[in-house]
């Protein structure tokens, strides 16, 4: 019952650099959200903050809990309105000419996948699913 | 029980399971007890209660019976949160592609 987002990425610098931008807090604050206490350790808490939006209070509680320098950085990401934390993986691969990142978020508790499956089970009617499908769609 | 979000009210099976039944056809209360025959009427019925007041349950009377109906709204906000999620870190990556572009770019 939850849905993973995956993105990947090619960028023509190498992964020391890309790592670099990953895992400075200025370079974080710079393209991503600004952030507080950023420290490149296992364990260490930190925090995205950024303009509120409805439904959002603009802050994103993180913690650290996977660092493999220059290759892998994994942390939680609890933004607001989230009973549980979300995981953001960070995957580079070195090639040639360039970087691979892997964007990897997973962990949100979501209605998509449980639909799926019980569509499977109980062979929904056709208008419902159709319906179903044209709220979300919405 | 009210909740704040609709992640938790979903987190236990029980309840998933009776709203795909509902998402079928609109029972009532006697009728979605009996599909848990492994569940006592009263926790089927608190089960319910529970998605009734977090309005994944809509209740209408037809004659002396009252119908539950599933209520699909409320589960839009998560699907929203996984598609908004998606758009930003597109932009975000975009941004990253944009940064390193500045901050690396060849001189001369």
New interface residues.
Partial sequence: ?S?A?E?S?F?P?SSD??WA?LTDPE?LS???MPVEDFQLKLHQKFRFKTKPSP?FDGIVHCQIIEVDAPKTLVYHWQGG????PTTVRWQLKSIEDGTV?K?H?SG?????G??IK?IL??G??KI?RKK?VA??A? | MRE??I??V??DPTR??II??L??EAMPMNAIAERFPDISRPAVSKHVKVLTENGLIAIHKDGRERFCHAQ??P?????D??NQ??QF??E??D??????KQ??SKKG
């Fill in positions: 019952m849905k987002i993105i990425r960028y610098y650099k890309v931008a370079a710079e393209w991503l439904g309105g989230m009973k549980q990142v964007l978020h949100f508790i979501g209605v998509d449980w639909i019980k089970t109980f929904w009617r419902t179903l709220f979300l919405k | 704040k979000d992640f938790r979903i987190a998933r399971e795909s039944l998402t079928q699909l709204k589960l839009k906000e998560i699907s949160w996984v999620y998606e870190w597109n975000k990556l941004h990253l592609g944009d940064y390193l901050k690396y």
